[in-house]
């Protein structure tokens, strides 16, 4: 069937040509049905690629090795589940799954705003169209997935890195971010094109900018547990270029989440809230042109290609054409309204925002001058994790504190007084925490000090502005505490789900400093019957064990792991031997203590005469990194759970303005 | 090969009648041009957006007011301003509404 997943992708891109072609002479010209056939263009064009995509999953399943694709990312032996995510496992399967994920966004954009926000779809579609242009011809043209040759017996088996079950789930989350953020793009643009200023393209692409913002979080998040689990050095975040890419648009997009705030608030920084979509967008293709171009070395790029070119080409036209209409649109962009204060919610906001761009530029530049260096003097140069980590903390811990200080903070203006009146609780927390924790001795590290007292003072605020606002809803209203929570919570989502995503931010806060700054490496090798101390555990080196896998031989070395004298049972650590494939991966082995959150972390190293080389990490306070992820997931739910109070409220206002009854 | 052309071509047909699904609709209409919001209705919108923006931030200054984390001075400086922004918004809006629907009524009136 590859005659069919090829036909259905040339469709797909005749499809957004016109999409594009259609819809920008319909927006001009004001042509109504020009408009909606556009609109349907691209609906077209999501069951085209979706077509496209199920036969290449159908091939996958099959083990159809007459596509390259197929031969080359997968084996007979491989099981079923790696099978299908080897997808996304190269080159031409990810740029696919881009466009499949850019069509369904653009798809579900056009039909939830097609009736509410019609004069903005209408310029919003070419856009689209232009993006996923893009996609399309990188995919029918120049990485075709649907390429064919003589049936060999066995195909080459996929990368064995790629072989953990959050390869599953942690590239199609990043892509479903970097995809996402080209609504909120499409929209800001299509506003500046049809000379609108006011909110209605925020409006439109709140929930798509938390969706992609909330997928892109969580997927890095994922992919920090395969680097932790897969990678077997020890660490789950190690500044990586391809790692960078996934997180710059994140920080982009989190500072356009908080600014957009302030546009809503008080009709300020409309020029800036364009910019940093066209940041966190560029930043998104930048993003995936690192991971697939493979221009940087990285243990997360799997792949050498030619469509590098292509990409910068395609990031430039981005950045110069969005830029360009900014400044054509920038007298309709003036604020009406000025900064009160620097003591005020905005100016917080403002603050917060700054300091992310700074950390968001930082970590550019770093990701960048290895490459210009390498382009312009053919010298090879890396920057390090000291560069990162400097940044890291000038620019992360403030951010830390930001976001303790910003919800004290009233809108506009706050006085001395009422300054004090909200800071004292959560002042007193953080100074006892940080005298206690020095009490205890966690003063060898000041910046991990620092961030625990940091974490203390935001928790003590998100506490105590539940506390304060259960009570005062239980005041207004009446009724039972749990019923006045649950009120609170309902009556504004956005703040208290975004508390709750800030405790999140705050649990990985305390996870980075105490897996980082707190954690101790022991090393030995040890022969059968040998012990090796680790903090307070012993781990005794008892057998060698081999075994068959599913498509891999696994060696593991079996140690058993006491602590304080308690028998805690075995660890096992070793290498697979993938058969197919012909490559060796590392395979660690963790003991997590649920409790206390802390790790036990055994890399092996097997030697032919029985003898084993092991690192063991202890690392405390590690898997807050993971249950952040959850609570981040359940702050985000909050905040995106439909609003019926907000939605009449905009239903009136658009009503109002006469937008539902136009044509 | 033939199911993959017979697929394809079943394809093509559902993307051509889709994409062209506004015109075989309506083939012939009253009016086929796009209708843009006009000066009036953009100010609407605008001062729409005022006063929201007015009533919502009150809202906010009056529950953190009631939580304390705001004071009894800095919520007597604040919420004056703001209610005379909000009050300010709705009366601007109030000829403008009565005008946008007698417009509409009269524009329906002559249709």
Known sequence: MPELGRAALVATLGLVLYALVAGAYAAWRRKRRLALSAQNALLAAFGTTLVASLVLVAALIRHDFSFVYVADHTSRELPTGYTISAFWGGQEGSLLLWLLLLTGYAAAAVLLNRR???????????????????????????????????????????NPSLQNPYMMAHPPLLYLG??????????????????????????????????????????????????YEEVGWGGYYAWDPVENAALMPWLAATAFLHSVMIQEKRGMLKVWNVLLVIFAFSLSLFGTFLTRSGIVSSIHSFTQSSIGPWFLGFICLVVLGSLALVLARLPLLRARTKLESLVSREATFLYNNLLLVALTLTILWGVVYPILSEAVRGESVTVGRPYYDFFLRVFGLPLLLLMGIGPLVAWRRASVRSLLLTFTWPLGVALGTGLVLLALGAGSSIPGLIAYSFSAFVLGTIALEFVRGTRARRALAGGSWPRAFSDLIARNRRRYGGYVVHAA?????????????????????????????????????????????????????????????????????????????????????????????????VIAELNPDGTAYFRVFVKPLVNLIWLAGLVFLLGSLIVLWPDAREQRRLATRYAAAGIPARR | MTLALVLGALLAIGCVILVALPYLRDPEPANDRLDSLGELEQRQLELSEVRDRALGTLKELEFDHRTGKVSDDDYRSLVGPLRREAAGALRALEPRSRETTASRVDLRRRV
């Open chain 1, 505 to 601: 931010i705050v649990l990985l806060a305390i996870g980075i400093a105490g897996s980082s700054a707190y954690d101790t490496v022991d090393e030995a090798r040890l022969a059968q019957g040998q012990t090796i101390a680790a903090g307070d555990y012993r781990l005794t080196y008892r057998s060698l064990e081999e075994r068959a896998g599913a498509n891999a031989t696994e060696l593991r070395a079996v140690l058993d792991v006491s602590r304080n004298g308690d028998d805690l049972g075995t660890v096992e650590a070793g290498k697979n031997g993938y058969t197919a494939e012909r490559q060796v991966s590392t395979e660690v082995g963790i003991r997590s203590d649920l409790v206390t959150g802390e790790d036990l972390f």
């Open chain 1, 116 to 158: 509410s926000a019609r004069d903005l779809v209408v310029w919003v579609v070419p856009v689209l169209g232009a993006v996923a242009l893009f996609f399309a011809f990188l995919v029918v043209v120049v990485a075709t997935p649907f390429a064919t040759q003589t049936t060999p017996a066995d195909g080459a088996g996929l």
């Open chain 1, 178 to 227: 970097f995809v996402g953020l080209t609504v909120p793009f499409a929209f800001a643009m299509g506003a500046l094109l049809a000379r609108r200023a006011d909110e209605r393209w925020i409006v439109a692409t709140r929930r798509w900018t938390l969706v992609a913002w909330t997928a892109l979080g969580i997927g890095q998040l994922l992919g920090a547990h395969w680097a």
